[in-house]
């Protein structure tokens, strides 16, 4: 079954700091693989998505991914995070075309120190 | 352009009670979803509706879960009865092509359930 796998429950940051949360799925299919973002008492947003082409993909904010096949990873890195990057980090894969089945990681919590 | 539209924001109630969310897409938008997160937990998709019909209800208990999208606009889901295991929030997504091609869902405030 399609699954998707967040490494890190909780990470804590001071401001500066460079950051990379850890996302690996197992699905055989072509997928396309998404990272949300919920800051505190917001609802779920789109930081950035990669569909295909150049597997390194540039989100909002100074967020990015790289997204390794062989690996089944699709990594979130920033290379310098701010007080204003709490939030909490969901990686999200969604299945081949004429499968709309979106599948969330557990999510990572991130709070920066300021 | 107006976000996705979810009410009520918390609901309380006990055990074996009935609930209803009601949720607004924006406009335009074909694709609707309910998921379910529980805490500690990321979204777990329950029921996913193009235009009025219904894509994929595979995840949906569908011995107290019930929802519809009457006129391919407004959803609801309902429970009942609720059970302790039910409270979690329940997000409404949306998202603006015919299901089955690629795209990105808009996610509204949620509705916060806690049955006691």
């Known amino acids: 079954a399609q699954s998707v796998s967040q490494h890190n429950h909780h990470v804590i940051l001071s401001e500066a700091a460079s950051l990379e949360l850890g996302c690996n799925y197992s699905y055989g299919g072509t997928v396309n693989l998404f990272w949300y973002v919920q800051y505190p008492g917001q609802h779920l947003q789109l930081l950035l998505k990669y569909f295909s082409g150049d597997p390194l993909v540039k989100g909002i904010k100074g967020f990015e991914a790289e997204f390794i096949k062989s690996k089944f990873s699709f990594n979130l890195r920033k290379p310098s995070v701010q007080w204003s990057d709490t939030a909490e980090y969901f990686c999200a894969v969604m299945g081949p075309y004429n499968n709309n089945d979106m599948r969330f990681g557990a999510g990572t919590r991130l709070t920066v120190k300021p | 352009e107006a976000g996705v539209a979810q009410s009520p924001r918390y609901k309380i109630i006990e055990k074996r009670q009935s609930v209803a969310f009601w949720c607004n897409p924006i406009?335009?938008?074909?694709?609707l979803y309910w998921y379910q997160q529980i805490l500690g937990q990321g979204p777990k998709l329950l029921i996913q509706?193009?235009?009025?019909?219904?894509?994929?209800d595979s995840q949906l208990p569908k011995d107290r879960f019930s929802a519809e999208r009457l006129k391919g606009v407004d959803s609801t889901l309902k429970i009942q009865p609720a059970k302790l295991e039910d409270s979690a929030v329940y997000l409404c997504?949306?998202?603006?092509?015919?299901?089955?091609?690629?795209?990105?869902?808009?996610f509204g405030a949620g509705t916060r359930l806690s049955v006691l």
């Open positions: 997504a949306s998202s603006p092509v015919v299901a089955g091609e690629l795209d990105i869902q808009y």
């Open positions: 509706f193009q235009n009025n019909g219904v894509v994929d």
């Open positions: 406009s335009g938008h074909a694709t």
